[in-house]
């Protein structure tokens, strides 16, 4: 089962989603979580780690201490996020890849499944790993 939050309502927007966190997700008590977030089960959100609107962590997600997720970004199951990494909005994060350690994805970035990523990243567009490749044996 699901536990809703309960979500400020804008006189501009005249509306606000809530935000769900399934009663088996570890959500740390310094995290912040804004309007609309999805937390899903098994999910585990480190300290001091800020998510965006409308973020969704799917199932078996961990998300490390100090990290930033940015608004409207998508994290598919099994993804693991390190600590002190900066997603921006509207990045989507493939299923079983791994951000490492204060890694950047500085603008919208798609990452492939599988994937692992450090270091800085400046350019949009998609990041996977070599995937089915034959061995010369």
Known sequence: SFLETPCSVSASEGFSFP?????????????SLSDGVIVSP???VGP??????LVYCNYQVG???DSVIGD??????????????F?????LIGSNSTILQKAKLN??????SGSVILGTKNKPGTLVPHYSKY???
């Open 63 to 65: 998300i490390g201490h």
């Open 72 to 85: 409207f970004t998508q994290i598919n199951p099994g993804a693991q996020i390190g600590g002190e990494v």
């Open 135 to 137: 061995l010369p044996f």
């Open 48 to 53: 001091n780690t800020k998510i965006g609107k």
């Open 19 to 31: 935000s769900i966190i399934h009663e088996t997700a570890i959500v740390s008590e310094s995290a």
């Open 107 to 112: 603008t919208s970035i798609t990452i492939g």
């Open 87 to 91: 997603v921006s909005p509207e990045c």
């Open 42 to 44: 098994m999910v585990i």
